[in-house]
């Protein structure tokens, strides 16, 4: 069992052993927070369908820090050859195990401590921490009590990079139970573009924990494209916030797709923070076994004639649950706001559960906002139709899901990207 | 040979009895035609036959091919060479027609031990049947039924049959809704599978699918049963004089009793 005097303890040390100035500071805030909180159980606002005490029922060693290549190598996306990749070790950036193709006019990537104590010293100082906006809770500040060698990653202005980046996050339980608070900051300068994939890995057995933190500012006429491939062990759990804050009228396009892990919960967070922008949030969710995936998305709308556009799907077979909480606020200045949201889903099984809620928050007066949510069933008519072909149940009912599945892959633009998820879908559902 | 043989067939829908015991023997290289009136249990024989779960058989038996047909699945009845051309086929958005017909084709071939057919070797076959049939690539390249018009939808139903060349194929209405050309395709379709080892069992409303492909018996099924069998010359008789004559015939009995 680990509590807070457990966190304690290594927060000091932390503190100790790593004096940069432009961290301690802020780390102290984020550990008092979290001293506050503590961590979220079922009576916290926005925690009740999702429990992640029994996580912290063991201890996790901080594990150690010596991966090599062809430890990384089961793990890379095809394609990575043409790519940049990104290594995250237990929760630190590693930047020996990663691999930068594009020109550093192209793209900057280093380590956020180097970033901070250069020029772009400014800048993280003021985006780095953002997300706290928005999101208020314990396991929140937690990661923000221990930002130490996470990743800055800059896209200077007009450029679009050649290549991806994809970030791989590995955590190493072979040892022992692992727990690791990945943070990178991320910026998109004016007229600029980036394509970034991540994926979550554990080796080992034995349970893992991630508590992963990315922030990203988007800048005037800059494009973000965004793919987060959640497929983990059924012992690896996560926390995963992004903070997304569009700055100047720009266009955003985020996938998210969870297949195999734990207990996976996903806050993505927006703030429409310029006139005109345009935001593309889709997800999806195979779950089965014990998976539990909740994925939170909060769209705050600041400024006027923002378009956002939502559709998460899912399916939840087994002994799964699925939650869907998406919350739009509207501020009083955000007059035009579109916002559109949509959570549809399958229910497989009688042991699966199911919580989608939408929730609205409007101030504005000329907005339009709508939301919907289904919970289904597989077509039984169209199922029988492909089984009176000869094809046998259980392959019927994958060809059913895949292309159940389909319309939220086909917003995958990388086509690399796309393929692999889809061999990872396939394979996912084969074998549901 | 006997292909089908159903033997004092039961079946209920939600608790009521449609079928009230079905006696029928079809042998290879039979063609025969079940005619009724609508809502007279037709279409709920060929889903009992084909394997849909939501109707419950309360007594009989189904042979076929030597086989106990109603303890197979769905999917192995298809397999074993039942086909059964649905009246309303389903729509599938999201899985390609192509696809899904050659998944069938392989699942087929992988029960009787055979190599799955290649790329090549499927597209060969696809399009010779595509020619029998006269259907358009382009329907094929498309979701299953997605937004295909009545008459697509059947001829689609037709090609199928073509490319799993069933023993015993069940066409259920397949010529309702179908223009003068779409009908003359369908009954070659069933021409062409048409052999002594192979049998075929049509429902249907109208002669004129009839004229086409000269069944060789014709049934009247009505209440659940089938009241009156015959040659083809029963089914003129019919279009000529309606269904009364036999039905006034059957409930008149039934009120003496
Ligand atoms: N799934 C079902 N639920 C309830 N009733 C059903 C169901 N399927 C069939 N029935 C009923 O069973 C009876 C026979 O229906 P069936 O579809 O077999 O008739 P049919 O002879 O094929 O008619 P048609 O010529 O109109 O196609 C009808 O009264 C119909 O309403
Ligand atoms: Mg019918």
Not at chain 1, 114 to 143: C, E, F, M, Q, R
Not at chain 2, 122 to 133: H, S, W
Not at chain 2, 170 to 189: N, Y
Not at chain 2, 221 to 228: D, E, F, T
Request: some cysteine.
């Amino acid at each position: 069992m680990i509590d807070l005097t457990y966190f304690k303890a290594q927060f000091e040390q932390l503190q100790m052993e790593d004096p940069d100035a432009n961290f301690t500071a802020l780390r102290q805030e984020n550990f008092d927070k979290f001293n506050i909180a503590g961590l979220p159980n079922y009576r916290t606002e926005e925690w009740k369908y999702t429990g992640i005490s029994n996580i912290f029922n063991q201890i996790y060693l901080p594990g150690g820090h010596t991966l090599t290549t062809a430890d990384v190598d089961p793990f890379r996306i095809p394609g990575h050859h043409k790519a940049n990749e990104l290594v995250f070790v237990n929760g630190r950036f590693d930047a020996k195990l990663s691999n930068i193709l594009s020109d550093e006019t192209e793209m900057v990537v280093l380590s956020l401590k180097d970033a901070a104590n250069g020029k772009y010293g400014p800048l993280i100082s003021k985006h780095l921490n953002s997300s706290n906006v928005l999101i208020k809770d314990g396991i929140h500040a937690l990661n923000g009590a221990f930002i130490t060698e996470g990743a800055f990653i800059y896209i200077p202005k007009s450029k679009v990079p050649e290549h991806p980046l994809y970030i791989y996050h590995l955590l190493d339980s072979r040892a022992q139970p692992t727990m690791a608070q990945p943070r990178s900051l991320i910026y998109l300068a004016e007229n600029s573009s980036l394509q970034l994939t991540e994926t979550y890995h554990t080796l080992g057995t034995a349970d893992s924990f991630c508590n992963a933190v990315v922030e990203v500012v988007v800048e005037q006429n800059a494009f973000l494209e965004y793919y987060k491939i959640q497929n983990d062990r059924a012992n690896a759990n996560q926390v995963n916030t992004t903070h997304i804050s569009q700055i100047g009228k720009s266009y955003v396009h985020t996938v998210a797709v969870t297949l195999n892990g734990g207990t996976v919960r996903n806050n993505l967070n927006l703030i429409l923070d310029a006139e005109g922008n345009e935001t593309h949030l889709y997800g999806l969710y195979l779950l089965k076994g014990k998976t539990h995936a909740d994925n939170h998305t909060l769209i705050d709308n600041r400024q006027p004639n923002c378009y956002s556009n939502q559709l998460y799907k899912g399916i939840a077979d087994d002994f799964s649950t699925a939650v869907f909480n998406g919350r739009i606020m509207v501020q009083p200045d955000a007059q035009k706001t579109n916002s559109f949201q949509s959570n549809r889903n399958i229910l497989l099984s009688d042991n699966a559960t199911i919580n989608t809620k939408p929730q609205l928050e409007i101030f504005a007066d000329d907005v339009k906002c709508s939301h919907g949510c289904t919970v289904g069933q597989l077509d039984e008519e169209a199922l029988f139709y492909l089984r009176a072909r000869g094809i046998p149940k259980e392959q019927a009912q994958v060809l059913l899901l895949q292309a159940y599945a389909a319309d939220v892959l086909a917003e995958i633009k990388s086509l690399a990207v796309r393929a692999y998820v889809e061999k990872l879908v396939y394979e996912h559902l084969s074998i549901l | 040979m006997d292909m089908l043989s159903i033997k004092n067939l039961h079946a209920n829908v939600e608790g009521k009895e449609i079928l009230k015991g079905i006696n029928l023997e079809i042998k290879a290289g039979e063609v025969h035609a079940i005619m009724g009136p609508n809502g007279s249990g037709k279409s709920t024989l060929a889903s009992v036959l084909a394997g849909r779960e939501e109707y419950e058989v309360t007594a009989g038996e189904v042979i076929f091919t030597d086989k106990e047909l109603l303890e197979m699945s769905p999917e192995d009845r298809a397999r074993e060479g039942l086909f059964l051309a649905f009246q309303y086929p389903v729509e599938i958005p999201g899985v390609s027609t192509t696809n899904f017909i050659r998944a069938a084709v392989n699942e087929k071939r992988k029960y009787h031990d055979l190599e799955p057919l290649d790329s090549v070797a499927f597209l060969k076959i696809m399009k010779e049947k595509m020619k029998l049939v006269e259907i358009d690539q382009s329907l094929l390249s498309r979701s299953i039924n997605e937004g295909f018009s009545g008459g697509e939808k059947k001829r689609n139903e037709i090609f199928q049959m073509a490319m799993l060349e069933p023993k015993m194929a069940i066409l259920d209405e397949t010529d309702s809704g179908l223009d003068i050309d779409a009908l003359r395709i369908v009954a070659k379709g069933i021409n062409k599978l048409r052999s002594p080892d192979r049998a075929v069992l049509v429902i249907t409303h109208y002669q004129r699918l009839l004229d086409y492909i000269q069944p060789d018996y014709v049934h009247v099924l009505y209440n659940g049963q089938i009241v009156k069998s015959g040659t083809r010359e029963l089914a003129l008789e019919l279009e000529e004089k309606g269904y009364d004559f036999i039905t006034d015939e059957v409930d008149s009995t039934a009120n003496n009793l």
